[in-house]
């Protein structure tokens, strides 16, 4: 690997959220990273689960931007609010279900995805704050990716969706790249946040435009597509998501094991589930038929 | 060997299957999804239990609902909401049923006969389907809509606007009035009461107004299945296909078969023509393969299935419109925010209208909190105050039309669920050939074979259809402004397909539709289409249950009359509505 080609690597490693979370999960820390024996399959082992708190954060920071409440995600983003919020409501748990079980990426889209997503970030030439770290973990980090990738016939809808919204994320703050919370989204503000969705659903995205470079026919502008389709529905399942019983149903039972967060927030069903309501006022005009 | 297959048992195929078997013919339906035969066993009233389109019990997928929902690409910021199983989506329907504007067919001559989309017009006339529209009426039944707060509200609303009050079935000029909808009324203690214990059946009959239509209808509790109140295909026409020699004279009761995913269609030459044999299903418990033949096969799939299922059958497909032509009323949301409760979201979840001969329509519409927050994110407009993403239009509402989110958002809903009157666009949208669904490029076909891609373009539509939408917005937000809110917001929906009509179009040409005028396929013989993938057009923006319906008992007939030498029976017969007694008896009999 160059030195020029190990830079963007580490660019978009760092930019995903990767590098700093597998520095903030003390994964660079690891002996595997420095003096390596098996360098790649221990690292692939331990980004598994660096990848899953890197989407579980990033998920987090989506939720409240949707739903804002006392947590610290709110916090971060200048909008703490008293009364509980996606937070409370299990959002983040909620997002990550759904976009598991909505589609897993197969990596014939995500390999050149991966390659388009890099090739953006060498187009962009957003000036990323200089980090510390040695080419060699860079060049881990992105082998075991690599080798991640590989070695599954798919890859998790959140890690792809984490990735998009913090690749976004650090063209519109380079600064998030670093920072409390786990996830350079997260460090955003609410207007940050919104700007990050401005720029994934610009109807011709230079980001968009890039992603389709790499894909062959019948594929071209399914990645771009689905890409957009992701911005809106991100949206709308956190909101989905923080309004209803999700975090409060017992499935066996089929009923609520607690008043969920959303009913409270909207004042809807104030004494519980009903079988009906005395609201029928007749019929307009009094007229209950018509015809011709 | 069967008489008739049906594949699909939503808003269409049981319609042709209990007309079917009420002429004594062998009838198999076969549907992909669930059968929910116990509602009270199996289903709750919540949201995401209900309605998640992943996981919820009317999602698109199979029974067992730790298996993945089916994929369908959507290469655009837009939502196809598809309901499988028994009812198809008229399950979370909301019991609309309109007739079409007399503008559609090609009949009309009246004075904006050019005003509609006159090139792709039904094939026949509106007097022609006029019986077949009043048998469904009478079968379902439809009836004039109860009120509750918010379509009193609602109708403050036109009435500040000086509209006139429709009091017909058919829609002749700009009005409004109560919906015409298939839910029986309320009676007894219903709508009359809040009190569980007092809304059993049969002291509470028809609707309760529980709010609950876009999860189900399961009420009144202890009511039989065809006594629901609302009169999804699963409590109407499918009660009736398989209880057929209970209320017709030598009927013959349909067969049902779920979980069973229709996988090809099978067409053999006979005397020089293509003709449809049968189909080839896959269970989707035991993915075992199986066929049957029959001397007619009816498509009822739906808009997004139907294309995929002719072209995974390697089905001829001679002037490419197979799958083109989707109109989708490009809906739209206003809402208003009141200082009082206007009755959100209790009660059937809309029952009140406002028609716009050839633009469109507005109705009000209830949901419990989930699905407004999702309405309120659903735009391709931005996020207000932000962002528009190129549009953000403005007029008679608040700001630039945009989402609703985070501190906004909990503002607009903090407690206020109730105080909210929220109206749904309907757009006399225009066929256009680029809105389609194909098959998808990306590896990931399902087990049932390639999936489909809906491809909707939220922006290139026609100028009609664009100023259409424009005018019922600001329509929509005069009636809301105009019935005493005190704030208004446009949400700009991007393409959310709730309606979807004319993917596999009936029309007089052959060179833009796949249907002949008798809804059969102009290149496989012996093969017909009777769900709302069949219509020609948009219906002008009127909800497509009803004319789906009448249309489908319409090809009922034709049916019969060339492949059985029958005769046809709406004009000479009576119906026999939904409710009857003989068909609740013999469901119980049948343990159904």
Known sequence: ?292 | MRDVIVVGAGAGGPVVAKELAAKGLDVLVLEAGPRHADPRAEWTSFENDANNPLTGFLRLGPTDRTRPAWFRELPQNSFVWQVSGVGGTTQHFYGNYPRPYPGVFDDYTGPDAAAYDIQHRFPFGFRELLPYLEWVEATAPVATAAMGHKEQTFFRGCESLGLPVQTTKTTREASYRPQQNAVLQPHGTAGRSADTDLLHYPRATGCTFCGYCFQGCMRPVGAPRNQYAKRSTDNSYVPMALTADAWARGGKPSTLITDAYVTRIHAETRNGKLTASGVTWKDNTTETEHREDARVVVLAGGCVENPRLWLNSGLPNPNDWVGRGVTDHFLDWVVGVFDDPVGNPKGVGSAARADFPSKGGLENVGVPPALHAFAMNFSDSGIHGHYANGRGPVGPWDGPAGRLTGPMLKDLMSGRLENLLSVVVLTDDDVQPENRVVRSGLPLGDEHGPVPKVQMWGRKRTRRTLENREFLARRAAEVIRGAGAKRVYRIDWAPLLLHIQSSMRMGGSERDSVLDSDAQSRAVRGLYIADTSALANALGGPNPTLTTQALATRTAEKIFAEHFGGDPWVYADNPVVSTDPRITVRLGQLGL
């Open chain 1, 1 to 292: 690997m160059d030195e020029a080609r190990t830079w963007d690597r580490r660019g978009f490693l760092t930019r995903i959220g990767l590098f700093g979370a597998a520095g903030a999960g003390g994964l660079l820390a690891a002996p595997a990273a420095a003096a390596p024996r098996e360098p790649i399959e221990d690292v692939v082992g331990l980004l598994r689960p660096v990848l899953d708190e890197l989407a579980r954060d990033t998920m987090t920071g989506l939720s409240v931007f949707v739903c804002p409440g006392p947590d610290a995600h709110s916090v971060a983003q200048g909008t703490r609010r008293s009364e509980p919020g996606a937070v409370e409501a299990g959002t983040p748990r909620f997002l990550l279900d759904a976009l598991n079980k909505f589609m897993p990426l197969p990596d014939e889209l995500l390999r050149p995805a991966v390659a388009a997503l890099v090739t953006a970030l060498s187009d962009a030439g957003v000036h990323l704050p200089i980090l510390d770290g040695l080419p060699n973990v860079v060049a881990t980090l992105d082998k075991a990716l690599a080798k991640l990738l590989q070695n599954n016939a798919t890859v998790p809808l959140p890690v792809v969706a984490a990735a998009l919204l913090n690749l976004v994320a650090t063209g519109v703050k380079p600064a998030a790249v670093a920072g409390p919370l786990g996830s350079p989204f997260s460090r955003l503000s609410f207007a940050e946040k919104a700007t990050v969705f401005s720029v994934i659903e610009a109807p011709l995205p230079d980001l968009v435009a890039v992603l389709d470079v790499h894909l062959p026919q019948p594929l071209k502008a399914s990645l771009s597509g689905l890409l957009k389709f992701l911005g809106g529905a991100l949206l709308e399942f956190a909101a989905f998501g923080s309004y209803s019983e999700f975090a409060v149903f017992d499935p066996v039972r089929r009923k609520l094991i607690a008043r969920p967060v959303g009913w409270t927030l909207s004042g809807y069903q104030p004494d519980g589930p009903v079988e009906g309501w005395d609201e029928f006022l007749g019929y307009y005009q009094g007229r209950q038929e018509v015809r011709g």
